[in-house]
Structure formats: structure tokens, C-alpha cells
């Protein structure tokens, strides 16, 4: 099978077409329009095989996870999905594997209304670069440099899973049947908080998603916006299935330094808490304060249970 | 090193500020704004190492052609380029190789007034992805299936030069010095055709940029435009290096059917045609009249002095 007809058989032929996609896959480039009054945002990320993912992965999980993992980067600024690009490096052409990959990367872009606008295909070790679109009004972007000292900090969700996730798929870990279901599926199909991003402009005073763990990507808010923190561990978010899964020590540790997870981490002034507690009730969403922002600059410390607590691992680091 | 002080060092810190870019490097994504009256154009190209140019390629090459290639596609549809992110997968931290690799990256793209607005950067296998995006005013994009029976063909620039500078590079094809560094830096340092393709709005009824060989990609336009073309193969525009390199069959086939040469192929009314030279000459752009279209539905015919001639070898595939 060709290139053209890899692209014309898995990747053309989507039933999902936006009305601001003027021309999709096919051409030189893709052409799309930007309402007015809305800024865009755009993020890339990578995902290669072995490194963010094991060898075995399903084709779906790839597909979803790397979709979702800059979905998720959309969340994290407030910003509504509307196209990403695909840069597929495939070693042979597979046609089960290019089933499964396609089939599962639209059924979360269709979820979200994003679409396929292009991309190209090369034949080379398996890795995914996506990169996604999306709309932003004017002036509403959610950046990681906007809190101050005693801002609250919170986190969607719950924290841990995908870590506990991963080292129960590297057989590092053991634990029962629907436990393991649940965990690994929260590292292999994350779920972006787009919606929880939306809610969050004009409420949040930064915002970040945690793909590297709680610990390390508290520091980006932690040094663009000039502050310290104070994390309470006893007040972590942790589903039901970890608690079961590990001892609480253990779980706190996934909490803090397991990346994969794709909450969104974000602060909020004491005055825009009244406006944060209507907007997370009227959408549905889940979010725990974990802490709160003050002047000790870019020095994050732990607490537990009024105690001083610590760290030793601190997220995932390429190129250690 | 690691991955932010990889970022940080050496492309975080670039000299060039657009004004639309809102928020660059740095945060979950890059911001920005896309004038009124204004279309998007988005481009996705992948160079590996071993597939789309040897291992022993130069950094400053790989930077300038991953980046050539997608202001190459810009071109071919009319946009201005705006923005680019990157993707770059890299086996280890090479800071010479790094150094040399965005000092190139960051020359080309400040000449064509292109900012880098973020990217990932993954240990892996050397490849690099581009996303690029530039600006269409609206209704103005060169597509490739607007050619109709009658219009003319025409190249930018000379056929060939890069395919023989891969063949130089392969040790395949000896030459003089001089020819040797000519072709060879083609094929390392294509020109996108940006000038050329801003002119041809409104001009052109289709257009695309050859990176497979014309005899490859000319058939995108036929087929998209339902059309057949006959190619005058004398007609072929060839450098005094390829010339002087190899005999003129040897050329004509490099010409036809060789890549990377990243010129413009489109096509003319005849009622464009007083345009298009007042346009050509305007931008003081060379293009040749290389043949013309007629109702042979996506045949393509070749005629080489007024004989039909035949040709092999049709451009560069993957997954062959």
C-alpha cells in the first residue's frame, strides 16, 4: 500500500466536517477560517514508542492518548478544540493496526469536534506528533503566569491513576481485576478537561495541565508566576481504585510524581471562589483545593497532616 | 541537559517577535491572532534520518529543508507564512549539533518573517516535524483542482538539480566541484517559492509545489482537476550544472522524475497569460512554459521533440 492511498483509505474519508475547514485533507495545505474576536491556540506534542508508551499498546490507545494528551494542552488554556494535524512515522504498513488507530482517533475527535486537516505519513520507527487547534476569546487565554500569593490552588479529578497504571502495565505492579481495568485505563484513555477548562476563563488566574506529575508541573505556575506553594498531601484527590490498589504512602507518591494524569491544575483568586464554586457546580465538574500560593518565590512545600512531607522522585524528565 | 534547558537554550531565545504572536514558547500553547479578510493555511511535513536525507547530513541542512519544505507548501497555495512549531525527536543531547541545527532553523525563518511558537522535543530517533501556518486572503487559495483543458504549464525555477545532488551525496554520481557543490546544495538548501506564490494569487487556476518529481506530482493536478496535460520535455527548464554534469537524457530524466526540488507547477489561462508575465516580471520570478492541459482525463502524455517518450521511474514512494 502506498502513502496516498494510507492517507485515502484511514485518514480522508471522515464523517466529521467543521463549516470553518474550507479545505481538508488533499491539498498543498489545509485552509480554515478564525472567528472574529477569538485568538487561537496551538500546541504539539510527540509520542514515540517506548518512550511514552509501551511497545505493546494497543493502536487505539496510542491514537487516543495522542490526541488527547493536546487536547488536553487546549484544556489547560481555555481554549475550544477546532482542527489538528497528524505526523504519523509507521515502520510497515498495518492494515488491523491503521483500523484500529483511525477508527479510535476519530470517535474521540468526533467526541470533541475537532477535525483531521492533515499531516503526512513516513515510513520510520512508530511516533506520533499531533498538532491541535483551538479558539480562545480575545484576552481569555488561561496562562500559567497569572497567579499571585494567596491564590487556592486546586485539581481536577484525581491524581495518581495513570502512574499506578503504568507500572502495573510494566508487570511492576499487581493488584486485582478491576482495579487493574480501571488504572490502566486512565493512563491508556485520558480524559481532557476541556470542559473544565472553558469554565475556568475569566475565573482562574493560571492554569496548567499535569502530564509530568503534580510535584514537577506545580513549579512552571510556581516560577512563571514568581510565588511559592503549599500543598496539603492528606487533601490529594485519589480515586477509589488506587486507594484499594496501593498503601495511602504509596498513593500519595503517585499523586505528587506520576505524570500521564491530564488534570488540570489551576489557581484561583479568594474572590473569584464564590464565581469558581457556581461555575464547576453548573457544568458537573470535579476540582479539590489542594493548597494555596504564597510570597516564598518558586519554593514549593509539602505538608502532610501539619507535618512537614517529602519527595523523593519528582515527575517523568527526558533526557536524564 | 534536560528537556526545558534543551528548549530554553537554544529556541526559546529567538531574536524574531512577531506582533500576532500573542504568548510564544512556554505555556500549554501559543496564542495567537489572525487578521480580519484573512484565511489559515496549515502544512504538516516529517523528515527522518535515513528516509528523507541521509544520516551524514549536516544539522544546519536538516534544520533549513525541515523548514523549507513547509514554507514550500505554503507557497504552492498563495499563504504568507505566519508561524511554525516543532517537533524534534533526538537520540541524545548533541549541544554542537543543536547549536548548528537552530542557527540555521532561525536564519531561514527570520527571512521569511516565520516564528517558532513551541514544539516538543522527545528522546528518540532523529526526525523532525514541522507544522507551518501562513495567512490566504479569503477566497485566494491556489488549490490544485482548478486547472481546466487549454491552460498552460508552467515550472518556477530548474528541474532535477536536487535529485542529482542525491545521487552526488550517494556517491552514485561523480562530478566537478563546482556542479558537485551547486546540486548538492539543492538538494540541502531548497528555496520555497513564497515570492512566486503570492504572485500567482488570483493568477493561477491550480498550483502545486513539486517534492516527488514533476511527473508525480503533476498527475495530483490532473487528477484534481479532472484533467490530462502534455509535457514538452525539450521545454524542461535545466541548470548550466546539471547540464554540464550529466548527458541531456540523464537530465531530462532527473528533471521528470527526481524530488526535493521544491519549485512551483501550476497553471494559466490563457486569457491569464498577460498577467502572469506583467506578475513574473513584477517579482523578477523565472518560470517556464512547460506544456499545456487538455480533456485526456488525468493522462499525462510526454513529446520530446515532437516524438512521444517514455519514462521509468515516476518520483520518490513510501511504502513501496
Redesign the interface.
Given at each position: 500500500?502506498?502513502?496516498f492511498d494510507?492517507i485515502e483509505r484511514f485518514f480522508a474519508q471522515q464523517s466529521h466536517q467543521r463549516k470553518d475547514v474550507?479545505?481538508g485533507i488533499?491539498?498543498?495545505?489545509?485552509?480554515?477560517?478564525?472567528p472574529?474576536g477569538q485568538?487561537?491556540?496551538?500546541?504539539?506534542?510527540?509520542l514515540?514508542a517506548?518512550?511514552?508508551f509501551p511497545h505493546d499498546t494497543p493502536a487505539e490507545a496510542i491514537a487516543h492518548k495522542a490526541l488527547a494528551v493536546n487536547l488536553s494542552?487546549?484544556a489547560?488554556?481555555g481554549?475550544e478544540p477546532a482542527?489538528f494535524?497528524?505526523?504519523l512515522?509507521l515502520p510497515?504498513?498495518d492494515e488491523n493496526w491503521l483500523e484500529g488507530f483511525s477508527r479510535s482517533l476519530f470517535d474521540l475527535s468526533q467526541y470533541y469536534s475537532i477535525q483531521l486537516?492533515?499531516?503526512?505519513?513516513?515510513?520510520?520507527?512508530l511516533?506520533i506528533?499531533v498538532?491541535a487547534?483551538?479558539f480562545?476569546p480575545?484576552d481569555q487565554?488561561l496562562?500559567?503566569?497569572g497567579a499571585s500569593p494567596g491564590d487556592l490552588l486546586y485539581v481536577t479529578g484525581n491524581l495518581g491513576d495513570a502512574g499506578a497504571g503504568l507500572d502495573i502495565s510494566k508487570g511492576e505492579l499487581s493488584v486485582s481485576e478491576n482495579c487493574e481495568t480501571y488504572l490502566v485505563n486512565r493512563l491508556n484513555y485520558p480524559a481532557p478537561r476541556l470542559l473544565a477548562g472553558t469554565a475556568l476563563r475569566r475565573i482562574a488566574s493560571s492554569?496548567?495541565?499535569i502530564s509530568d506529575g503534580l510535584a514537577k508541573d506545580v513549579m512552571h505556575i510556581l516560577k512563571?508566576s514568581d510565588c511559592g506553594a503549599k500543598i496539603f498531601v492528606e487533601k490529594l484527590p485519589l480515586s477509589i481504585a488506587l486507594k484499594e490498589a496501593v498503601d495511602i504512602e504509596e498513593a500519595y507518591r503517585y499523586a505528587l510524581s506520576s505524570g500521564d494524569d491530564y488534570e488540570l491544575l489551576f489557581t484561583v483568586s479568594e474572590e473569584q471562589k464564590g464565581n469558581l464554586d457556581i461555575a464547576l457546580a453548573n457544568a458537573n465538574i470535579n476540582a479539590t483545593c489542594i493548597g494555596q500560593l504564597n510570597g516564598v518565590k518558586q519554593k514549593l512545600e509539602l505538608r502532610l497532616n501539619d507535618e512537614a512531607y517529602s519527595l523523593q522522585r519528582s515527575g517523568f524528565?527526558?533526557?536524564?
Open positions: 500500500m502506498k502513502e494510507v474550507l479545505l488533499g491539498d498543498d495545505c489545509a485552509v480554515t477560517s478564525v472574529e485568538n487561537l491556540a496551538t500546541t504539539t506534542d510527540t514515540i517506548g518512550v511514552h494542552d487546549l489547560a488554556m481554549a482542527w494535524s497528524l505526523a512515522s510497515e504498513v486537516i492533515g499531516g503526512d505519513t513516513v515510513q520510520g520507527p511516533s506528533t498538532t487547534q483551538g480562545i480575545q487565554a496562562r500559567r503566569s492554569c496548567i495541565d512563571q524528565e527526558h533526557f536524564n
